[in-house]
């Protein structure tokens, strides 16, 4: 099944994926790379308009793992922390970041980025166990 919000960006070396129903607006990728990620234009974002090395780590910033990425010589993969770090922020959310696995019940048959999340820890998420911002609206 297709992820309707996933949308692919190809680059020469790397391409990178974005799904925009799980982007919280952390603004990691902004900050890191301007050139790469410029809301302004269309497409939004260029992976030719840096190193594969610098947009992955860019990449590998994003908490809600809203971006992937995929090296087109797969020689070099997202390595999570080990241990897992979970982390609380200041806007009530749970980020994890690490080899994850989620089960239970969720939001259905939609992939899961398996290194960064962020949970719902106010609980008003209709995307729960995922956050959606919902604290944030009230």
């Given at each position: 099944?297709?992820?309707?919000?996933?949308?692919?960006?190809?680059?020469?070396?790397?391409?990178?994926?974005?799904?925009?129903?799980?982007?919280?607006?952390?603004?990691?990728?902004?900050?890191?790379?301007?050139?790469?990620?410029?809301?302004?234009?269309?497409?939004?974002?260029t992976?030719?308009?840096?190193g594969?090395?610098?947009?992955?780590?860019?990449?590998?910033?994003?908490?809600?793992?809203?971006?992937?990425?995929?090296?087109?010589?797969?020689?070099?993969?997202?390595?999570?922390?080990?241990?897992?770090?979970?982390?609380?922020?200041?806007?009530?959310?749970?980020?994890?970041?690490?080899?994850?696995?989620?089960?239970?019940?969720?939001?259905?048959?939609?992939?899961?980025?398996?290194?960064?999340?962020?949970?719902?820890?106010?609980?008003?998420?209709?995307?729960?166990?995922?956050?959606?911002?919902?604290?944030?609206?009230?």
């Amino acid at each position: 099944m297709s992820e309707p919000n996933l949308k692919s960006y190809p680059g020469s070396e790397i391409t990178v994926t974005f799904d925009g129903g799980r982007c919280l607006h952390f603004a990691e990728c902004v900050r890191g790379l301007p050139e790469v990620f410029d809301v302004s234009a269309r497409p939004w974002i260029t992976p030719d308009n840096a190193g594969a090395a610098a947009l992955a780590a860019v990449v590998e910033r994003c908490p809600s793992g809203a971006l992937q990425y995929t090296r087109h010589d797969g020689s070099v993969e997202e390595t999570p922390p080990d241990p897992t770090v979970v982390t609380a922020n200041e806007r009530g959310q749970i980020l994890l970041h690490g080899n994850l696995t989620l089960t239970g019940p969720g939001p259905g048959p939609r992939p899961h980025p398996k290194y960064r999340m962020t949970l719902c820890a106010c609980g008003r998420s209709v995307k729960r166990p995922f956050c959606d911002n919902a604290c944030r609206s009230t």
